[in-house]
């Protein structure tokens, strides 16, 4: 039975709308886009999930996922800041946690052709446009590519330090306009992407296991002093979020 210690990331629902909609039924399947995912149950409506910046889904006695800026666990259970704990007939639990509260959980009928999901882009797993696609879809944005990446509207999933990692091993200036690209400076970024994000799903997202040549394992916190082999890591900001970036690679 699901407990609803809090409410505020629950988007339009009330508690009891989602403890009717989730109690006794079956999942049957699982469903993702970009950041995005949702349960089909059995029965409409289903419940649909971002988890935001600081969000994480949890089972007993599993080991969470763990990047740079992940929360320290203790082992307490259900975890810390949990807003959604269910149990299931078979006895398994799984909590949904957010510390900050950015996170949302909604009720959609078909999530993946409602707000906000239909409106997100392409995702970079599911369906990369073709090499000719990408770069028509460059050239006729003028935004600053690191800004574009960012926007969940062009690149579902593509978070902060995503972009910043394609364009350090693309060797392309995170304040370059996205139509100044070149076909082949394009393609690099689309190839890269695409290397980057199927490379953080085989590691399951375990920075341990993220390649020591990534731009990943410094861009934390602004320390001075960060490099990537004998090349300095400098960082500015772009469209209100921290860059990491290579100035002597990155053109």
Known sequence: MPELPEAIVFDGVSEAQVQRALLRRTVVDTSRRGKHFWLALDRRPWPSFHLGMTGDVRTRDEKPIQLASSLTRNGAWPPRFTKLHLTMDDGGELAVTDKRRL?????????????????????????????????????????????????????????????????????????????TLSSLEAQRVRLTLKRVVETAVRADADASRFPRTWLFHQRWGRRAGGRVGDRPVEHLTISGRTTAWVPSVQR
Not at 106 to 125: M, T, V, Y
Not at 141 to 167: C, H, M, P, T, Y
């Open 103 to 179: 996170g949302r959980i909604r009720l959609r009928e078909d999530p993946g052709n409602e707000p906000p999901i239909n409106a997100l882009g392409f995702d970079p797993l599911l369906d990369l446009p073709s090499p000719a696609r990408f770069t028509e879809q460059l050239r006729t944005r003028s935004a600053v590519i690191k800004s574009l990446l960012l926007d969940q509207a062009f690149a579902a999933g593509v978070g902060n330090w995503i972009a910043d990692e394609v364009l350090y091993q693309a060797g392309i200036d995170p304040r370059r306009r996205a139509n």
